[in-house]
């Protein structure tokens, strides 16, 4: 049984390192470590579309369409509908963009009155390897094609290595737009950027893309006040937050840590809170000192929630809390899984106390959850060029 800790005060993409492709067991699992409904229900993945080139995330628009969307690493927007994936791509950028290893077309996020305004943002490295988040809008005469003439620069920055780039996007309830980079790469954070507040390497951001052209900052975001400080950032001390996400139904943040060398982690931060949380890295790597090895200060850090180890996993890949009606015996479980081992979980909180169960070992290279309109769940294999639906087993 994996154990989830509460704060302490209340990855391509991911860390692609050596790891089997056989799935790895989540440790113990107990009879008593589900929901109070009972253990979640027998699950398998249902292929619903294949033929993606290493797809990173999955989203929908919000619009009513039901339409999913897939990000192909390359630079490419795909649309699944009605079942079918189109042929033809809803934006196609690869000719602008820095792609492999961790690097390529890494987040989406459909603006919250997309149905009205036809706002989209994605996250990219471009040519030079550097971060940049841009905004587009759709066609005027094809919902199923962007305008690649109406893209805007909104946010660039600088990477010094290849990997670690964050990527994830997802407006916040608050309707601001919320995006997470990496500590700038290397190994160990070598430039000390995820406790340093002069940088925006090693966080969670929170912009107003409403408020001005290319964006406003809030007026409550927690470091607005301080000249030693980005007044973007909302929350620090990460080292590759490669996935995060919204509750749908209670607006808490779920945020998912590429380790190191030892810990995976999950980090979470209720919807009352006010920002500026410090999630320990790279004084902690999990739960645990990382540097020094032993005796670090952890004052003011906050612990993650959860944290599992190599033995399991090499790469968490952050879910979603599920809200759909499916599984009932599934609801307001935290879903996640492991790029490396396939594994998946579902987390709940029992008594007080966070623990995770294993509902099903995936065999995929697992890049991204996804979640559709409904509040169903879907698993992109970034190997196996597929996305699939989270269903019942037969």
Not at 1 to 14: D, F, K, N, V
Not at 151 to 157: F, K, Q
């Amino acid at each position: 049984m994996i154990q989830l800790r509460r704060p302490i005060l209340l990855a391509l993409l991911l860390a692609l390192v050596a790891c089997g492709p056989t799935p790895a067991s989540a440790q113990d699992s107990d009879e008593d470590a589900g929901p109070e409904a009972g253990q979640p229900p027998g699950l398998e993945l249902v292929e619903i579309a294949t033929g993606f080139e290493s797809p990173t995330t999955i989203v929908h628009a919000g619009d009513g369409s039901e339409r999913l969307f897939v990000l192909e690493q390359p630079g490419r927007i795909r649309v699944i509908e009605n079942g079918e994936l189109l042929p033809d791509p809803f934006l196609d950028i690869g000719g602008e963009i820095s792609s492999g290893g961790e690097r390529g077309l890494l987040g989406l996020a459909f603006h919250p009155n997309y149905a009205q305004n036809g706002r989209f943002f994605i996250d990219h490295t471009d040519s030079n390897g550097d971060s940049v988040v841009a905004g587009y809008s759709v066609s005027e005469d094809d919902p199923n094609r962007a305008d690649p003439g109406s893209a805007m620069e909104i946010l660039h920055v600088e990477q010094p290595y290849a990997n670690h780039n964050g990527g994830g996007l997802a407006f916040g309830p608050d309707g601001y737009l919320y995006l997470s980079l990496g500590d700038g790469g290397s190994g160990g954070d070598p430039q000390d950027n995820g406790q340093n507040l002069e940088t925006l390497l090693g966080t969670i951001l929170r912009i107003d893309v409403d408020g001005a052209d290319p964006y406003a900052i809030p007026a409550d975001n927690p470091f607005v006040d301080d000249d030693n400080a980005r007044p973007e950032i909302w929350a620090y001390g990460l080292r590759n937050p490669w996935r995060f996400s919204f509750d749908s139904e209670t607006g808490d943040l779920w945020m998912a840590d590429v380790g190191q060398n030892v810990w995976e982690e999950i980090n979470f931060q209720s919807a009352e809170s006010s920002g500026g949380e410090n999630y320990g890295w790279n004084i902690m790597e999990g739960a645990h000192c990382f540097e020094p090895a032993e005796g670090c200060d952890t004052e003011g850090l906050v612990m993650p929630v959860l944290e599992y180890d190599h033995d399991q996993g090499c790469s968490v890949t952050g879910g979603y809390r599920y809200r759909g009606d499916e599984f009932p015996g599934l609801v307001g479980m935290y879903v996640f899984g492991d790029y490396c081992s396939g594994q998946i979980w579902g987390a709940s909180d029992t008594e007080g106390e966070w623990t995770s169960v294993p509902l099903l070992s995936s065999g995929l290279r697992i890049s991204a959850f996804g979640e559709d309109e409904a509040g169903e769940l879907y698993v992109a294999g970034h190997s196996s060029g597929s996305i699939y639906r989270l269903g019942p087993s037969q």
